[in-house]
């Protein structure tokens, strides 16, 4: 042994002496370490190669390690969903949010901070510091076509701000929501570059797409799926906290003074509504008055509190909302308690961010981090329609929930069985003092979002307010200003983009300094204005509970509006000022042509329509899918859609005795189907929107071994969401028939996708709890559509198309 390590040795020693010789070594005296931080990532110094032959005789060049400047801070931003301007308590809402409050009264509050009006576009700006257009995000990604601006697909030359934090020296980190990947991207197939985890983010933990059951979800660690919890008490606005607050923990124990860029951006209070019973209840009767009383309560209390001059009058409700008065006892009843359960999950929400601060203090760098929280991405959803839903899945079906229905399940709402949204009403009163609420960019109901900056280090007033115009692309840059980092102009290789907004770090310490940030741009489904020095112009092209534009994008009426002097946009002008409002519709025009916004798109069924708007489709030109045990969470962006046709599922399986377990099974509770055996009986159950299940079961049980098992749909046809007859078939017999009276056209879930040997996430059937894995083994299960009569396909085609819309208007 000691033979051959000699002779190993010799060799080594032999090796290095008729090696070439190297360039003379580096010193540290010798190497200039770069400083240029616009180059990502910063490259390495190059050394010569070293000629001295032994190490004891050398000096080793300083190693190369990047890191963020010197007092740069910890920053955390957070990001609530669908909170109007006039909901949270700390911009004169209802809503009791004591955290956000506590951060406001040692630090400052915007009340004139703007985001696009709808989801992707406002997040994809606020981590990219340019506009939503430029970043590929025109609306969702659900709803992108091919050209440039909408295409869902964020570029490369728009570098996430995660990723220069990431390349500067931070630890970056996110928790919750993620609607900036491309639907179709999100799968084991990729591509994976825009999933969080390749958008500069080391950490991530939470869900992809526009929502999620709270109770229930569909969440990643990284690219891995979680299995779901089966706690009965668990709910995901506590699980992403812990989460966060064990990630920070970690770090800031073992780099305690590197800083952490922590993104937290809660499915709250997105729909569903889901939340803890308690925290509903400690709103019972809080909104008994009604959305019209509510609208005035808020306004008193905005000026009293400062956030909404004195003076200011409400702007016009939307003719399409009721007057409370003018609703049946039922009606506010229901909509009472729906107004209750929304309003917990607000505070249920900030009571979890206030766990996540209180993390930070006790590290002891809270002082040193800055924290923007920002209360909506856009302002109040009106997507619940009218009445509010039960189960939003209806809603994507073209099924009508009546106020008796909902009622039935009044003491449910806000739970596990429940899939809620509340009535428009309280979006209109949540975008206090404004009009409009989500979607409606031409509308500061629409775009505008109260936002709170915390950083005891950095900003010494105390209690403030700020009311410099801003937008949610000017946080990056002024991240990057209070960082003391340079604006990167190239980043992995690729030139940037200009970063297009501009720093507010100036008005931490000046309250009336004038805003640099003096004309932007708004569009989300042809809705669309221009803000230019204090005037606002813009037009209604469709509200958010409409599915039609009202008239054609050249015919639109605009209006205008001197923000100076009417904050809540009361006083349309436009009449008045015809050529004020010609100028801004000019500049429109001019901005949407270098911003990438044109050609203006308010196309509905058409867009949703992968083939027509050239957007990817992994089951484009496909009739089957063959899938394998272990595959779960498969979208229906991903899955072969079997709605409204005639199908087989065929499942090749070894089994024991008595075996049990999902064989495949799409969606879930409120609404999809799952093939399974249950005692060795070989089961189809149809779940009809939760409200009605159809159950096709074999009466013997098999026996131990391999088996064929097959289920056929015979679509009856003649339009869309028609029933059929279901039949199982065991290695070619027929061992149960049944009939399922209708299916849904449309959609299964927005969230819960298909698993092969499982069924995870919530239960299509009650009969079995989840995850109720499989106890044989499954060779393959195999998808086949059968071919329709044109006019079923033409149907199919256009139930497909609505249920895009749906979906994609709603996120």
Known sequence: MMRTSFACALSLSLWLTAAPVAAQQATPAQVVLPTDRTILPIPEPQYPHSTVFDARNATAPPRFEVKAPAGAPNVLIVLIDDMGFGQSSAFGGPIHMPTVESLASAGLRYNEFHTTALCSPTRSALLGGRNHHMNNFGSIAETATA??????????????????????????????????????????????????????????????????????????????????????????????????????????SL?????????????????????????????????????????????????????????????????????????????????????????????????????????????????????????????????GGMDGLFNEMTYFNGVPETVQDILKHYDELGGPTTYPHYAAGWAVAGDTPFTWTKQVASSYGGTRNGMVVHWP???????????????????????????????????????QTPIEGVSLAYTFADAKAPSPHTTQYFEIFGNRAIYNDGWLAGTVHRAAWEFKVRRPLEEDIWELYDTRADFSLANDLAAKNPGKLKELQDLFLKEAVKYSVLPLDDRTLERLNAALVGRPDLMAGRTSLTVHQGMTGMSENVFLNVKNQSHTITAEVDIPDKANGAILAQAGRFGGWSLYLTDGKPTYTYNWLGLQRYTVAAE????????????????????????????????????????????????????????????????????????????????????????????????????????????????
């Open 147 to 252: 050209f440039p601006g909408q295409t869902g697909q964020r570029p490369n030359s728009v570098a996430p701000l995660a990723e220069m934090l990431r390349l500067n020296g931070y630890s970056t980190a996110a928790f919750g929501k993620s609607h900036e990947t491309a639907a179709w991207e999100v799968s084991p197939s990729g591509p994976t570059d825009r999933w969080p985890t390749r958008s500069g983010f080391d950490k991530f933990y939470g869900f992809i797409g526009g929502e999620t059951n709270q109770w229930a979800p569909l969440i990643y660690d990284g690219m891995i799926q979680v299995e779901p919890s089966h706690d009965p008490n668990y709910n995901f606005m506590t699980d992403m906290t812990n989460q966060a607050i064990d990630w920070m923990g970690y770090q800031k």
């Open 457 to 495: 280090k950095g900003i010494t007033a105390k209690g403030e307010l700020r009311s410099q115009w801003h937008h949610v692309i000017d946080i990056a840059p002024t991240i990057l200003e209070a960082a003391q980092l340079p604006e990167p102009k190239s980043v992995n290789g690729t030139l």
């Open 700 to 811: 013997q049980a098999l026996p131990a071994g391999k088996a064929t098992i097959r289920f056929e749909f015979a679509y009856d046809g003649g339009g869309l969401g028609k029933g059929g007859v279901g039949t199982l078939l065991v290695n070619g017999k027929n061992v149960a028939t049944g009939r399922i009276e209708q299916t849904q056209c449309c959609a299964f879930s927005a969230d819960e996708g298909a698993d092969v040997g499982a069924d995870e996430g919530t239960p299509v059937t009650e009969a079995y709890k989840v995850p109720f894995k499989f106890t044989g083994k499954i060779a393959a299960v195999t998808v086949e559509l059968k071919a329709m009569k044109k006019a079923d396909n033409d149907d199919a085609e256009q139930a497909r198309k609505a249920a895009a819309l749906k979906k994609g208007l709603s996120d």
């Open 255 to 383: 780099t305690p003074d590197k800083p952490f860029f922590i993104y937290f951006a809660p499915g709250a209070t997105h729909a569903p509504h889901h939340v803890p019973k308690e925290w509903i209840d400690k709103y019972k009767g809080k909104f008994d008055q009604g959305w019209d009383a509510l609208r005035e309560e808020t306004l008193a209390r905005q000026i009293k509190l400062g956030v909404v001059p004195p003076g200011t009058k409400l702007a016009p409700k939307p003719e399409a909302i009721k007057d409370w008065a003018a609703l049946s006892s039922d009606e506010k009843k229901l909509f009472a308690r729906q107004m209750e359960v929304f309003a917990g999950f607000g505070e249920y929400a900030d009571m979890e961010i206030g766990r996540l601060i209180e993390a930070i203090k006790a590290t002891g760098q809270l002082d040193n981090t800055l924290i923007f929280y920002i209360v909506g991405d856009n302002g109040a959803s009106a997507e």
